[in-house]
């Protein structure tokens, strides 16, 4: 199968793109956001990597152009290295992660990057003969390592960096100060937030929360693009992190340790190879 059958995309208008694996039904199906710039183009999260991403943008005549007909720098960057988001780094040439995660990606740190993909899950095979059991995200060597208040510039547009931990402990937002828009990841989407896995927090999470309504307040966010499901706007952002901020107690604590460890008992025994 081909890049420009596996991907699919929709302009939002102001040089993003909203891009999704066709063939890859699942929740953790994560979205994948072209933003471009006068001189650089980013993609912000890349998929599994079935496919090959730089490959269809290019195809799809995506990418921008530099002076003399070159092609722009493109910075794909991760917000976080969960395998839905970060298998498809392996395919670009400059890749900025979070420091925090950023052994765990030239590792290949399955345990790290909750590698867990089923066949059902991929209605179409990428490539004849691919199951579900091989996938890795392989080792990734990041050209940029990324902090709290980093700015990304794209030339007219600029990126800061916004370090979020709770979901996983090196998840960022991106927030294009300028035009209100945030660029969540998995920090916050529409659906129930995961605060289980190995490198879980729930502080972290409730005080990551806490800076999601501090923008709201401010009136900084408009538009939030998040890591799955559909976008949506400030007064959704503010419910579902106040939701969450208010049902952070002792018992939910404690129910998440315990989901925690048999996430992390689960992941053992199906990535024991990476298992670290």
Not at 101 to 115: K, M, N, P
Not at 210 to 220: A, H, P, Q, T
Request: aromatic share 8%.
């Amino acid at each position: 199968m081909s890049a420009l059958e596996w991907f699919a995309h929709k302009p939002l208008g102001g040089g993003i793109f909203w891009i999704q694996e066709r063939f890859y039904e699942s929740g953790n199906r994560a979205n994948i956001w072209l933003v471009r710039g006068s001189l650089r183009d980013v993609v912000i999260d890349a998929g599994l990597g079935l496919r090959s991403l730089p490959e269809y943008l290019r195809a799809a005549g995506l990418l921008g152009t530099a002076p003399a007909g070159r092609a722009r720098p493109l910075l794909a960057v991760a917000t976080h290295v969960h395998f839905d988001h970060a298998g498809g780094l392996q395919h670009f040439e400059e890749v900025a992660v979070h420091s925090a995660e950023a052994r765990a990606l030239l590792r290949g740190d399955s345990f790290e990057e909750v590698t867990w993909l089923r066949d059902s899950e991929v209605v179409r095979e990428p490539r004849p003969g691919w199951r579900a059991r091989s996938f890795r995200v392989p080792p990734v060597r990041p050209t940029r390592l990324l902090q709290e208040g980093d700015v990304i510039s794209l030339g007219d547009r600029q990126l800061t960096v916004m370090h979020m931990p709770g979901h996983s402990r090196g998840s960022i937002c991106l927030h294009d100060k300028d035009r209100k828009i945030l660029f969540s990841g998995d920090v916050v989407y529409d659906g129930s937030m995961i605060d289980w896995l190995p490198y879980s927090r729930v502080s972290d999470y409730v005080t990551s929360c806490r800076r999601l309504m501090e923008l709201v307040d401010k009136g900084l966010v408009e538009k939030v693009l998040p890591g799955h499901f559909n976008i949506f706007g400030a007064e959704r952002l503010y419910q579902l992190a106040s939701n969450y901020v208010s049902q952070a107690g002792f018992c939910h604590k404690v129910s998440t340790c315990a989901m925690r460890s048999i996430a992390s008992l689960v992941l053992r025994i199906t990535n024991p190879r990476r298992a670290s």
